[in-house]
T-cell receptor, first 114, second 114 residues
Framework: ETGVTQTPRHLVMGMTNKKSLKCEQH?????MYWYKQSAKKPLELMFV???????ENNSVPSRFSPECPNSSHLFLHLHTLQPEDSALYLC?????????????FGAGTRLSVL | DQQVKQNSPSLSVQEGRISILNCDYT??????FLWYKKYPAEGPTFLIS?????DKNEDGRFTVFLNKSAKHLSLHIVPSQPGDSAVYFCAPTYSGAGSYQLTFGKGTKLSVIP
């Protein structure tokens, strides 16, 4: 079993739908992250949580709403998305925040917004 | 404004030869540099890192070289194997307290030809 598990792996939703992405880490880490990877663009950091507290919201539109109920779980709630939000959404975790902490990634959720 | 540039989107190398992947950065605050490798349908996985106090770090077939004055780093894989075929991302960061952001390049797709 991989250390960071993301579900679902694929998601297709309409612009009026509400859906949630789930991330679970089995590594005992204290920090969790959401990244977005659009076609032909680098990974973009969206949100960072440390010990269940949000420490970064990287100018992400409010139609993306993160939730971290405990240090092992991270959700990304989606509502009224736009077609340009179609991308690969990656979750990562690290022991703590800070540059020397290696981030471990899940396999991602491929999101298509119609 | 891209802080991290991987100018070769793709690279093809014969099995057994050396693969050299390059990365340039602009932010002089970066002091810790990571390379990640990504296979299709999987998340990025950590490969090797180097601190700015070193100019070389070696781990088996993988060596990373850092030239701070040129703001350039390179990843050498020798000998290259077909299983090394993947997308490689350069991800500099800074190790200061409270830092957590990895800044990813767009990646270089390496194909190792048997």
């Amino acid at each position: 079993e991989t250390g960071v598990t993301q579900t679902p792996r694929h998601l297709v939703m309409g612009m009026t739908n509400k859906k949630s992405l789930k991330c679970e880490q089995h590594l005992g880490h204290n920090a969790m992250y959401w990244y977005k990877q659009s076609a032909k663009k680098p990974l973009e950091l969206m949100f960072v949580y440390s010990l269940e507290e949000r420490v970064e919201n990287n100018s992400v539109p409010s139609r993306f709403s993160p939730e971290c109920p405990n240090s092992s779980h991270l959700f990304l709630h989606l509502h009224t998305l736009q077609p340009e939000d179609s991308a690969l959404y990656l979750c990562a975790s690290s022991q703590d925040i800070g540059g020397f902490n290696i981030q471990y990634f899940g396999a991602g959720t491929r999101l298509s917004v119609l | 404004d891209q802080q991290v540039k991987q100018n070769s989107p793709s690279l093809s190398v014969q099995e057994g030869r050396i693969s050299i992947l390059n990365c340039d950065y602009t932010n002089s605050m970066f002091d810790y540099f990571l390379w990640y490798k990504k296979y299709p349908a999987e998340g990025p996985t950590f490969l090797i890192s180097i601190s700015s106090i070193k100019d070389k770090n070696e781990d088996g077939r993988f060596t990373v070289f850092l030239n701070k004055s040129a703001k350039h780093l390179s990843l050498h894989i020798v000998p290259s194997q077909p299983g090394d075929s993947a997308v490689y991302f350069c991800a500099p960061t800074y190790s200061g307290a409270g830092s957590y952001q990895l800044t990813f390049g767009k990646g270089t797709k390496l194909s190792v030809i048997p």
